[in-house]
């Protein structure tokens, strides 16, 4: 592959994702905006970090692409935003690492479809790369989310002089919530709270000392906690909301993940290279290996002793993952998948990506991908070994995002 294929299609260093305009607003992403817009708008240093990085990556992807990965990025739609910006990092990561790359490559199968890159490093070895997004949110869980981001985005912008509020939530609204409703509730309840008294109560700053209430609207429950505020900081905050969390089941998110590698593994037929599925797994639970390998292998089950619940027992793997399935292997075109906890350019010194290696690929994944973290299988056992990181790849500081 000649490298100049992909460099000598560099876009004019101006920037051209983001406005160029004096920004004063710092305040919270609004439950209702888009991240674009958010991103595009916010006088907060670490967004212009954000910028930055996008711009320079921009810089360095092929003219020829670069108008539809900016309109992606641009178009108000928060799955195309971050899939974009997905891309756009794998790209210049590599890029970086020495590999070559060429978007959306014809395939000699003759199929209409193209995977996002065909990337070769500096060995000669070639395969295909595809990038993807794992959310777990339906048309039906984003119309759930816009209810309830308006309610909160209401309630957010009416702060209270003595408190901040903790929320976690369960379940999702069938009907749109009253926000003003619900900023009266928690006015009212926080209104006969004594903050020098929770002060006094609270051993740290750990939620579980919080005061608390609960707050119900039809299949939506919000576990609210109030933090209160020094007396020299009350008066001054421009926002109710400090923190706000949901729970996660890790069991739909290893579902969502096993479903996503089926769907890209017959997406393009037989194919002549290896393909490597890169996932990100954006949604509100946390990548670890359990649910990682649960996706690929199959879900693990402990045992438990009746008569002995106290002994050690092994766990048993059910074979019902992407890649076994009642201990046969399947897709096994894809020879590796890369996992990234939900990537943000923000945090991509500090979130974990693992590259798991498919033992039953029909072509082995290239040795150079073992220079990132990694995961192999070796007998029973799943081997994780470390590799270079993005802080280095990306010569970022020590502490990065922090900002002065």
């Keep these: 592959m000649d490298k100049t294929a992909v460099d000598s299609g560099r876009t004019n260093p101006k920037p051209v994702v983001f406005d160029v305009v004096q920004r004063t607003d710092s305040s919270p992403m609004k439950l209702t905006e888009t991240y674009y817009d958010f991103h595009n708008r916010s006088a907060r240093q ?70 996002d890159f065909l990337v070769e490093d500096s060995d000669g070895r070639k395969f295909y790369l595809e990038a993807t997004v794992v959310s777990g949110s339906s ?41 003003k409703k619900l900023t009266q509730f928690v006015h009212e309840w926080l209104d006969s709270l004594d903050p020098d008294q929770a002060i006094q109560k609270i051993s740290t700053r750990s939620t579980r000392s919080l005061p608390s209430t609960a707050w119900y609207h039809n299949g939506w429950k919000l576990i609210i906690r109030a933090i209160p505020i020094e007396p020299e900081g009350r008066g001054k905050n421009a926002y109710l909301i400090d923190r706000y969390s949901v729970n996660a089941d890790l069991s739909s998110t290893a579902n969502s993940i096993k479903n996503r590698i089926k769907a890209k593994g017959k997406r393009y037929g037989e194919i002549n290279l290896p393909l490597v599925l890169a996932i990100s797994v954006n949604d509100n639970s946390e990548l670890n290996q359990f649910t ?56 991509m010194a500090r979130r974990n990506n693992t590259v798991y290696l498919n033992p039953w690929a ?4 290239p040795e150079s991908l073992k220079r990132f973290p990694h995961a192999f299988v070796e007998q029973e056992d799943i081997v994780q070994v470390d590799g270079i990181s993005f802080k280095d790849i990306f010569q970022l500081p020590e502490g990065w995002p922090k900002v002065p």
């Excluded at 020829?64 to 997905?86: C, I, M, P, Q, Y």
């Excluded at 619940?309 to 894809?334: C, F, H, L, M």
């Excluded at 029909?362 to 994944?365: E, G, Q, W």
């Design 362 to 365: 029909k072509i082995p994944a």
């Design 292 to 347: 990682e390998t649960q996706a690929l292998f199959g879900k693990l089950v402990i045992p438990h002793d009746l008569l002995n619940p106290n002994a050690d027992t092994e766990g048993i793997r059910i074979s019902n993952g992407a890649w076994i399935e009642k201990g046969i292997p399947q897709y096994t075109r894809v020879c590796a998948a890369w996992f990234f906890d939900r990537f943000d350019v923000l945090y």
């Design 139 to 179: 048309a039906s869980d984003k119309s759930k989310e816009a209810r309830k981001g308006e309610a909160l985005d209401i309630l957010n912008r009416s702060p209270h002089k003595n408190f901040l509020i903790a929320i976690d939530e369960r379940g999702s609204p069938n009907s749109t919530p009253s926000g």
């Design 46 to 115: 670490t967004m212009e970090l954000f910028r930055c990085v996008i711009e320079d990556a921009v810089k360095n992807y092929p003219k020829s692409e670069v108008d539809e990965l900016v309109r992606r990025l641009k178009s108000g739609d928060d799955n195309h935003f971050w899939s974009a910006t997905f891309e756009l990092f794998l790209h210049e990561a590599l890029r970086r690492e020495g590999f070559s790359l060429i978007p959306h490559p014809e395939l000699p199968n003759g199929s209409n479809k193209k995977p």
